[in-house]
């Protein structure tokens, strides 16, 4: 067990939850995952990196990455694994930007489809 997993048990019985740093530390210590890197134009995220990144950047980081799909540097889909890390307001501005043709209308699905599998958690959540 390397050191960030032994740190992620013992702050887990804290109920301190730092699982993302430990599959972004499992992800990054693939070799091919490291070769991809050395070799990847940054102009296209890879999407994988893109999820395990997500639940670390800060709302700026976000923002840029709202940027990129609406400059078109990036694919609408990602959104999709922005959206469990937007806030109301990002989930907003991002409907309106479907409303002015910013974004295509497959995002307002993309939104649709989170919202319910968020209030499904919850009503689940709330069932038990």
Do not use: C, W
């Not at 740190?7 to 490291?34: C, F, K, P, R, T």
């Not at 997500?54 to 609408?76: C, F």
């Not at 209030?119 to 038990?128: C, F, P, T, Y």
């Amino acid at each position: 067990m390397n050191k960030l997993s032994k740190l992620a048990e013992i702050l887990s019985a804290q109920n301190i939850d730092i699982s993302h740093l430990v599959a972004l530390n499992a992800y990054l210590e693939d070799d091919s995952v490291m070769a991809m890197l050395e070799n990847a134009s940054f102009d296209a995220l890879d999407p994988e990196l893109l999820d395990r990144l997500m639940p670390l950047l800060d709302r700026q980081s976000k923002y840029t990455i709202l940027q990129k799909v609406l400059d078109g540097e990036m694919d609408a889909g990602a959104i999709r694994t922005l959206l469990p890390y937007a806030d109301d307001q990002m989930i907003a501005q991002i409907e309106s930007g479907v409303m002015e043709g910013a974004f295509p209308e497959e995002v307002l699905t993309m939104i649709r489809e989170f919202q319910e599998q968020q209030l499904q958690k919850e009503q689940g959540s709330i069932d038990r």
